[in-house]
T-cell receptor
Framework: GAGVSQSPSNKVTEKGKDVELRCDPI?????LYWYRQSLGQGLEFLIY????????KSGLPSDRFSAERTGGSVSTLTIQRTQQEDSAVYLC?????????????FGPGTRLLVL | GENVEQHPSTLSVQEGDSAVIKCTYS??????FPWYKQELGKGPQLIID?????GEKKDQRIAVTLNKTAKHFSLHITETQPEDSAVYFC??????????????FGTGTRLTIIP
C-alpha cells in the first residue's frame, strides 16, 4: 500500500517568509511525528500527534514553529518568519497506534532551503 | 534528556567484509533501540530493533547487540553488498508522558561498500 507522503519535496524560500509543509500518513495510522534533519546531524524530534489527544510539542525549537493535524490524518508543519538556520530536511513519520515501540514509517522528507 | 553518540561517522568496507557501527546512550531508562537505514533522497527505514530484555538479535546478514550495563549497542552487517551503502542511524527510546516513543537519534554513519 501507499507509504507516508510529503509535499513539497523541495522548497526554496527567502528569509522572513512563512512556509507550510504537508504530511500524509499511512492510511489508518493514528500517530504522527515530525522530525528535523540538519546536514550531517541525526533526526531531531519536533512534535507528536496521537488521535485527538493533546500533541507533544516539546521538541519545537521556537514559537515560529507550529503544526496541525486535521481530522486525525493529514498534518501541516508551519514555519513563520523563516531563518537560514531553519534550512534542513523535515521528515514525517507515522505509526499504527500509540503503543510503545511501534515501528515508525518515514516519508521521503521536504528539503527546505532558506536563502 | 537522552544523548546518543554514534561512531564512526563514515565507514568504507570492501564488499564481502563485515561492518560494525557502535552507539552509546546516556539514560539507563531507555528500553528500545532501533536502527534505521537511509538511502539518498529517501526517509529512514527501520532495519532491525532490539529491546532491553534481549542481548542480541539477528536477521539474516544483520545483527544487533545490546550491553545495558555499559549502555552501548552495535549494528553488525556481514557479507556486505553494494546495496548496503547508505547512512545508518541508531536511536534510543524513552516512553514520554504522552505515551509515545521519544526517539533520540545518533548522528549517523555513512557506510560505503567498495566493490
Amino acid at each position: 500500500g501507499a507509504g507516508v507522503s510529503q509535499s513539497p519535496s523541495n522548497k526554496v524560500t527567502e528569509k522572513g517568509k512563512d512556509v507550510e509543509l504537508r504530511c500524509d500518513p499511512i492510511s489508518g495510522h493514528t500517530a504522527l511525528y515530525w522530525y528535523r534533519q540538519s546536514l550531517g546531524q541525526g533526526l531531531e524530534f519536533l512534535i507528536y500527534f496521537q488521535g485527538n489527544s493533546a500533541p507533544d510539542k516539546s521538541g519545537l525549537p521556537s514559537d515560529r514553529f507550529s503544526a496541525e493535524r486535521t481530522g486525525g490524518s493529514v498534518s501541516t508543519l508551519t514555519i513563520q518568519r523563516t531563518q537560514q538556520e531553519d534550512s534542513a530536511v523535515y521528515l514525517c513519520a507515522s505509526t499504527l497506534g500509540p503503543q510503545p515501540q511501534e515501528t515508525q514509517y518515514f516519508g521521503p522528507g521536504t528539503r527546505l532551503l532558506v536563502l | 534528556g537522552e544523548n546518543v553518540e554514534q561512531h564512526p561517522s563514515t565507514l568504507s568496507v570492501q564488499e564481502g567484509d563485515s561492518a560494525v557501527i557502535k552507539c552509546t546512550y546516556s539514560d539507563s531508562a531507555s528500553n528500545y533501540f532501533p536502527w534505521y537505514k537511509q538511502e539518498l533522497g529517501k526517509g529512514p527505514q527501520l532495519i532491525i530493533d532490539i529491546r532491553s530484555n534481549v542481548g542480541e538479535k539477528k536477521d539474516q546478514r544483520i545483527a544487533v547487540t545490546l550491553n545495558k550495563t555499559a549502555k552501548h549497542f552495535s549494528l553488525h552487517i556481514t557479507e556486505t553488498q553494494p546495496e548496503d551503502s547508505a547512512v545508518y542511524f541508531c536511536a534510543a527510546s524513552l516512553e514520554s508522558n504522552f505515551g509515545n516513543e521519544k526517539l533520540t537519534f545518533g548522528t549517523g554513519t555513512r557506510l560505503t561498500i567498495i566493490p
